[in-house]
């Protein structure tokens, strides 16, 4: 929806997302998501596929788009990872932080939206909604596991006040698009 509002401002917009957005990076996705049984997937291999995937990303599709003077539009990105292998599984932060300076560099948002709803709601959503795709491996985890995530989340928003701004993800579509379509108009003028 946003890439959409933009175009229709005439401005050129990049959409993408991670792990993906490249061949390699679709390859690492599904890798990560559905490692075929009985494989899985340790905390640290996880942290280092989707590195490599953002890796790619960043120099294959990112940087060149902002070369281009495109809006980059990313489904996710390092703060993800952050969260999810760092706070969540408890790897080393630091660690997470040097790989981010090698996988990333200087290459991150100037804005991030955070789409914030109670764990309880997300498992409500889940169950009601339609089943189109088979649940993942991160989205098969247990609540306190996707209790850890929400809570690195918003604490890494405290810490990120000017980047990262907390969206209420309660509410319908169109409210938290106006919301965000908002914020983007006044950083971009």
Known sequence: MLA???????????VTREPGGTPLGEALRNLIQHPTAPCSVCPEAELLLFGASR???????????????????????ADSTTVYQGAARG??????????????????????????????????RKAAGPRIRKLDRIELESEEF?????????ALARRETKRI???????????????????????IG
Not at 4 to 14: I, S
Not at 146 to 154: A, E, I, K
Not at 174 to 183: N, V
């Open 4 to 14: 959409e509002a933009l175009g229709a401002r005439g401005l050129k917009t990049c």
């Open 55 to 77: 890796a790619q990303l960043v120099r294959s599709v990112i940087r060149p788009a902002v070369g281009r003077g495109e809006i980059v539009i990313c489904d996710r990105f």
């Open 91 to 124: 790897l080393p932060a630091e660690f997470v932080r040097q790989m981010h300076a090698l996988t990333v560099g200087d290459c991150w948002p100037n804005l991030t939206f955070l789409l914030d709803i109670p764990v309880q709601c997300g498992f409500a």
């Open 146 to 154: 996707h209790q850890r995530v929400r809570r690195g989340f918003l």
């Open 165 to 187: 701004r907390v969206i209420d993800g309660t509410r319908p579509p169109s409210a938290i698009h106006l919301e965000i379509l908002e914020i983007v108009h006044r950083a």
